[in-house]
């Protein structure tokens, strides 16, 4: 489907891209995305990469895109840093996440520990959650410590199906502690104030556009930031499945989306 009504691309300055099913899968580059992108740039636009991937530290995600020839040296906006956004410096927090969590928490100025007393509780992501985290988020919870989550993605897409998401650790300490968390990845508002802020001063709702695969996320996440959004149908949401309502664009992929901004 052509763009539709509504995708000015004259004036747009921003595209905020996913990453998982509009850059790559897996990290494999999607055919076709380093090239749009690097359209996108000479055209004289920002590209900034929006993701929930809390786990993975900045540094190597950024390696992970230029290995894709995406240079994106500081481009890249987390749902860690979103997170680390909501806490204050000097304050301790409790991490129950991957080293994306933790570089995010120290680069705020904050202390990040394991167990014990703390002013918060941050929940993302991690292939080391059991019995002993969830107690340590748990009791830290309880204890008064804010309980903030990166993002409820309850599942990551893999080629064998489904894995856990943050939301499934974020379920189970939410269900312990017996609270709900603030949360702060894409769609909710701690990672629209951190992409405005990125942004800087020229973005509005005319400036930007958000790209993504996923209506719940990507398109909610446009919704929440005031812009249009392009949904592209090269990741989770597949040539020919129903979406709730038309977006500014529905395409095939990123570099459709370059097409129709160009
Ligand atoms: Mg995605």
Redesign the pocket.
């Known amino acids: 489907m052509p763009a539709a009504a509504g995708l000015d691309g004259s004036s747009i300055r921003f595209v905020l891209c ?5 850059v790559w899968l897996r990290r494999q580059a999607i055919p076709g995305a380093p090239e749009a992108i690097a359209r996108l740039r000479a055209d004289g636009r920002r590209v900034l990469f929006v993701t929930n991937n809390s786990m993975s530290p900045i540094a190597e995600q950024e390696a992970a895109l230029a290995a894709i020839d995406v240079p994106a040296d500081g481009d890249v906006i987390t749902s860690a840093q979103a997170a680390a956004s909501l806490v204050e410096p000097d304050e301790v927090v409790v991490v129950c996440g991957g080293t994306g969590v933790t570089e995010a928490v120290d680069a705020r100025g904050a202390f990040a520990v394991d167990y014990g007393p703390a002013d918060a509780v941050v929940v993302g992501l991690h292939r080391s959650f059991d019995f002993a985290r969830l107690q340590a988020a748990n009791a830290a919870i309880r204890s008064g410590a804010r309980f903030i989550a990166t993002n409820l993605d309850p599942t990551f897409p893999t080629p064998d199906g489904p894995t856990p998401g943050a939301g499934a650790l974020v379920a189970a300490v939410a269900t312990v502690a017996e609270t709900q968390p603030v949360v702060a990845g894409k769609p909710f508002a701690p990672m629209a104030e951190l992409t405005r802020l990125r942004c800087g001063p020229d973005f509005s709702s005319s400036t930007a556009i958000v790209v ?3 209506w719940s ?2 398109g909610s996440f446009a919704d929440e930031l005031g812009v249009p959004f392009a949904l592209v149908r090269s ?2 949401t597949g040539a020919g499945d129903p979406i709730p309502a038309a977006p500014a664009f529905d395409g095939a992929d990123l570099a459709a989306v370059a097409d129709a901004l160009s």
Request: proline residues 0%.
């Open positions: 996913d990453l998982d099913g509009v993504g695969d996923r996320t990507d990741g989770v």
